[in-house]
């Protein structure tokens, strides 16, 4: 189920005292979130940062503990390089009434909450989407910010003409009109005749409202025989999931319905389905309609999750970071990806995550480091209080399978080949060198040596005495920049380049953070949810 309709919370973007009172009353909710020993959210990019805050507040009342999410261990799954939330400012009239509430971020990591859960990072590294390896490559040069002429060369190989593109494969766009004009083309074209399914709705116009507008089914839905459609809900028992692919072949006789051909060769006959609304285990709200969608095109933030054999890609009009990574990285393989166009912004992610994706894999790189040199029985207690502490038991004659460290140590501890490309680069730049001289010398984009030295500098290796001679060429504006960093009480760039009125780009913005950086960047620490567990167990 949704994380909104288990923490009570809806379609809240805020939470007062009241509503927090009012959730907490709840015997359905209650009941739920005291039981509850592990809470796993998915997807927690997706997640804007007063909704996580909001969980907690949920948690910790109902619980009534202080601790983070009322003592409920907490596990976070996500890509913070996928799209982040859409954000609904709320006017300042509504600022004293609420109780969570941050308008400067964008992101889960942002939140209060998490600050104070301090959760121990783990980043994966096996990858199972892509099976080849010059596109991952590919792929992996755009999340790192550097992507250079190579990478735009194998591109530039799946560049294809409007009038060329393969018309069986899905097509994704950047906005909503270019996906509704191609859909309407391609089905006026088919033969026969249109049926129209309309979607139905019960409950309060607020709730129905949030429904339809998360439902990637639409309102009014136009099928014909021959037309390429997405299931849009999840239903294993009759053959598809989110994301299935099929082709109508028939309208049953009887009842109308859609017969769905899908690319498994599977024959579906598609029912209505409903999204709804709970709350105290009673449906406030609900929306009826065919888990179908037209998918000749779909938008890039609608494809998010989907993994694609093929597609058909503009990023022409790419506005947003990372856009254009995420539609890339629904298609499996280079031979799978057609290419309209695309803009300067298309292979570019959000500087924010950059940096705070630097940070994450310093600190999963140290609690990788921390476990390798713990002893095995050490391990081994921590593992059984985590089952104990969950409510669960340890079945008599069962061993836990401790990794071997080599097993368990990420390619950054095994192979040292981009700590000594960063070493380089900090070489250079104590040397005096600017980051345009020492991209020059290294062949190398200036946002890729930033990248060294913001990874230098998550794991305390550059000092604010090895950049400060960054400054020297825009000392007055560094200032007004460190300035707005003060006023704001963050390091985050987004809160000071909207302050600040777009007049400095981020990179700049970059720069200054770095200079600055005693102030603003934290120390590297192994979160202190370890280390209470280790103190337990201490002999």
């Not at 081994?380 to 080599?406: D, L, T, W």
């Not at 730049?429 to 010398?441: E, L, N, Q």
Request: hydrophobic share 40%; aromatic share 8%.
């Amino acid at each position: 189920m949704t994380i909104h309709s288990w923490s009570g919370i809806g379609i809240k973007t805020s939470l007062d005292k009241y509503g927090l009172s009012k959730i907490a009353s709840s015997k359905h909710i209650v009941k739920r979130v005291r039981r509850a020993k592990v809470l796993i959210i998915d997807e927690v990019s997706m997640l804007p940062p007063e909704t996580l805050s909001m969980i907690d507040a949920v948690c910790r009342e109902i619980k009534q503990s202080s601790e983070p999410f009322g003592g409920i261990q907490i596990i976070l799954v996500g890509d913070f390089f996928q799209l982040p939330p859409v954000m609904k400012i709320e006017t300042e009239n509504n600022a004293p009434a609420t109780l969570i509430k941050e308008p400067l971020s964008r992101f889960a990591y942002d939140s209060p909450a998490w600050e104070r859960a301090n959760p121990t990072i783990c980043y994966l590294t096996e990858q199972y989407r892509q099976d080849d390896k010059d596109f991952l490559a590919l792929l992996s040069a755009i999340r790192s910010n550097i992507f250079e002429n190579d990478h735009l060369r194998l591109i530039e190989t799946r560049k294809i003409e409007h009038h060329t593109a393969p018309n069986s494969i899905p097509k994704l766009f950047s906005h909503n009109a270019d996906v509704d004009r191609v859909n309407d083309e391609i089905l006026a074209k088919l033969p026969g005749k249109s049926r129209i399914f309309t979607m139905s709705s019960q409950g309060p116009d607020a709730l129905t409202f949030a429904l339809q507008k998360g439902c990637l089914s639409p309102e009014t839905l136009c099928l014909k025989i021959g037309a390429a459609v997405m299931f849009t809900k999840n239903n294993p028992k009759e053959g598809f999931v989110n994301g299935t692919l099929g082709t109508i072949k028939d309208f049953d006789k009887n009842n109308g319905s859609p017969i769905i051909k899908t690319r498994n060769e599977r024959t579906i006959e598609v029912k209505p389905m409903d999204w709804t609304v709970e709350e105290n285990g009673k449906i406030r709200a609900q929306i009826t309609q065919l888990p179908l969608r037209l998918a000749w095109a779909i938008t890039v933030h609608k494809s998010q999750g989907m993994s694609l054999d093929g597609a058909v890609i503009d990023l022409s009009d790419v506005f947003e970071f990372g856009q254009g990574y995420v539609a890339l990285s629904r298609v499996r393989r280079l031979s799978g990806l057609y290419l309209l166009g695309w803009n300067e912004r298309a292979f570019q992610v959000h500087p924010e995550v950059l940096a705070k994706d630097t940070k994450f894999r310093a600190q999963s790189e140290q609690a990788v480091h921390t476990f390798s040199r713990t002893a095995e029985n050490e391990i081994v207690a921590m593992h059984e209080q985590f089952i104990y502490s969950c409510g669960g038991k340890i079945i008599p004659g069962s061993r836990v399978n401790i990794p071997k460290a080599s097993t368990v140590l990420p390619p950054a501890h095994r192979n040292t080949r981009g700590e000594r490309h960063w070493e380089r680069t900090l070489a250079l730049i104590r040397s005096g060198k600017t980051i345009a001289d020492v991209a020059k010398m290294r062949s190398r984009t200036e946002g890729t040596i930033l990248e060294h030295l913001e990874s230098l500098h998550a794991l305390n290796k550059l000092s604010a005495q090895d950049t400060a001679h960054l400054a020297r060429d825009f000392e007055q504006e560094i200032t007004k920049i460190h300035d707005a960093f003060r006023a704001l009480r963050t390091d985050k760039l987004t809160p000071v380049f909207e302050r600040l009125g777009g007049v400095y780009s981020y990179e700049k913005l970059r720069i200054a953070r770095l200079v600055f950086n005693k102030e603003f960047v934290p120390k590297i620490t192994v979160s202190t949810g370890f280390v209470k567990i280790r103190e337990k167990h201490r002999l």
